[in-house]
């Protein structure tokens, strides 16, 4: 099973971002899908999330509004678009599979799968 996290970079406050997620190795509709970040010297605290089907999403409050989570089952990939980017969604962001048909989880630990990160910093 791979998680293949991509799209971070460098960029201003402001300005918007598009992570992508390409999943192999597990069937992807039996997967509810979640991003994840981490914040130097910080746990992995819990962004978005989307059911297997797509019909139900999840996301902390401070980033409603701003970031929206999707998956194109064709391509097996889940992205988190980032607009509004501040200084404070610096980080290392991560997605996660969980199995089943469950309602959608902001735990780390309740996923099965974790992708390798991807870094976000946002300057001021």
């Known amino acids: 099973v791979q998680l293949q996290a991509s799209g971070g970079g460098l960029v201003q406050d402001g300005d918007s971002l598009r992570l992508s997620c390409v999943v192999s190795?597990?069937?992807?509709?039996?997967?509810?899908m979640g991003w994840f970040h981490q914040a130097p010297g910080k746990e992995h605290e819990f962004v978005s999330a989307?059911?297997?089907?797509?019909?139900?999403?999840d996301y902390v409050d401070s980033v409603k509004g701003r970031f929206t989570i999707s998956r194109d089952i064709a391509k097996k990939t889940v992205y988190l678009q980032m607009n509004s980017l501040k200084p404070e969604d610096t980080a290392v962001y991560y997605c996660?599979?969980?199995?089943?048909?469950?309602?959608?989880?902001?735990?780390?630990?309740?996923?099965?799968?974790w992708g390798q990160g991807t870094l976000v910093t946002v300057s001021s």
């Open positions: 996660a599979a969980r199995f089943g048909k469950v309602p959608l989880s902001r735990l780390w630990e309740n996923y099965d799968y």
């Open positions: 190795g597990l069937v992807f509709t039996y997967y509810d």
């Open positions: 989307i059911s297997w089907r797509g019909s139900s999403t």
